[in-house]
């Protein structure tokens, strides 16, 4: 509950794998959290309380379901075990964060202010799509569109088969070249005539017999109406239409951190938007403001390493209120 003096003791907000395990160690240390939970969205691309997992069909990776887990149901088994502690629900989103204060001051959508002495930033990324007709409701659906070929490229539905990538950074090379483990032939399509990433991923890449590179093309349709079946494609020289067949897609041209609300918050960022932490700690550039999962991890953004530091975050929150006397 709120203390006495109105005043949120630790604030977590988001609610993907980060911000629930910060939760669930929060609530268990009898700090009483309020997990502040954002509300669902569909501009530019889906995004929906509990994250990226929430687009998710089948969660084969995550450690104590040997059958799998769909992402919608692992992330509820989150959200219940939180509760169960303890955890506070708020459906809003955070507008504004003022670390500059004591208290801190999260302005909420709806035009509320918390004030909190600790806050715990999960808020996660989000993929970039392309935009194509049937891409994002295909892989709504589980219909073979990805945004991550190590989180589903391994799924028995994938091996044996002709798949494609479509991008031509390091993320996109890497994923790719995970994906030539298991597929019969991988279809690296980008729409210039050479690679961003570093020569040792293209090296790395080119060296795989079941690996072709399809050069200045974009994706601009989807074909399948329950599952992929082809992708149609566009020379971004000549105009040209073509369509290749495959039975999976996986789009790598980057993820967007959310971290918009902290613009003006002071919060120090990368130059690619991540909240920057130095060090392995998940303590950010303000004294009791915490940061953990993809909003500050641009290298895994798995939900097992997010879940990880969402537990990290928690407990150094926990220490750090204790030595200021809050409890």
């Known amino acids: 509950m709120t203390g006495q003096d109105g005043i949120e003791r630790v604030v977590i907000i988001g609610s993907g794998p980060a911000g629930w395990t910060a939760a669930i160690y929060a609530a268990r240390a009898n700090l009483s959290p309020l997990c502040v939970i954002g509300v669902p969205r569909a501009d530019p691309a889906p995004v929906l309380p509990g994250g990226q997992l929430m ?9 104590g379901f040997p059958d799998g887990v769909t992402g919608p149901e692992l992330m509820e088994h989150f959200r219940k075990q939180a509760e169960r502690f303890g955890t506070r629900i ?5 507008a504004e964060c003022n670390f500059h204060v004591r208290p801190f001051e999260l302005k909420l959508a709806s035009g509320k202010t918390i004030l909190a002495h600790s806050v715990i930033i999960a808020t996660g990324a989000v993929a970039n799509w392309v935009g194509a007709p049937n891409e994002l409701r295909l892989a709504q659906i ?3 569109v990805s945004a991550c070929a190590v989180c589903d490229g391994a799924l028995p539905v994938y091996r044996g088969k002709e798949l494609a990538v479509i991008g031509g950074g390091d993320t996109a090379l890497e994923e790719a070249t995970y994906l030539t483990k298991f597929a019969s032939k991988v279809h690296v399509i980008h729409r210039r005539d050479s690679f961003r990433a570093s020569m ?3 090296d790395r890449l080119l ?22 079946e082809a992708v149609e494609l566009e020379d971004t020289n000549t105009g040209e239409r073509s369509t290749i067949p495959v039975s999976g897609l996986f789009i790598a041209i ?10 003006s918050s002071g919060i120090a960022l990368d130059g690619k938007g991540y909240i920057a932490l130095e060090t392995r700690s998940c303590a950010t550039n303000f004294q009791g403001v915490f940061a953990a999962g993809d ?7 798995q939900a097992i390493t997010a879940a990880g530091m969402g537990c990290q975050a928690a407990l150094e929150c926990e ?3 204790g030595a200021q006397g809050i409890h």
């Not at 687009?55 to 450690?63: A, K, Q, R």
């Not at 980057?254 to 613009?263: K, V, Y």
């Not at 909003?295 to 953004?301: M, S, T």
């Open 55 to 63: 687009l998710t069909t089948e969660v084969e990776n995550y450690p």
């Open 90 to 94: 708020c459906e809003d989103d955070v």
């Open 142 to 144: 589980g219909g073979g």
């Open 200 to 202: 040792v991923m293209q």
């Open 207 to 228: 060296s795989k017999p079941n690996v072709v590179v399809v050069w200045n093309k974009k994706l601009v349709n989807v074909v399948g109406s329950e599952r992929i």
């Open 254 to 263: 980057g993820h967007s951190p959310a971290t918009d609300f902290l613009r």
């Open 295 to 301: 909003v500050a991890d641009a290298q895994y953004r």
């Open 319 to 321: 220490r750090w209120l």
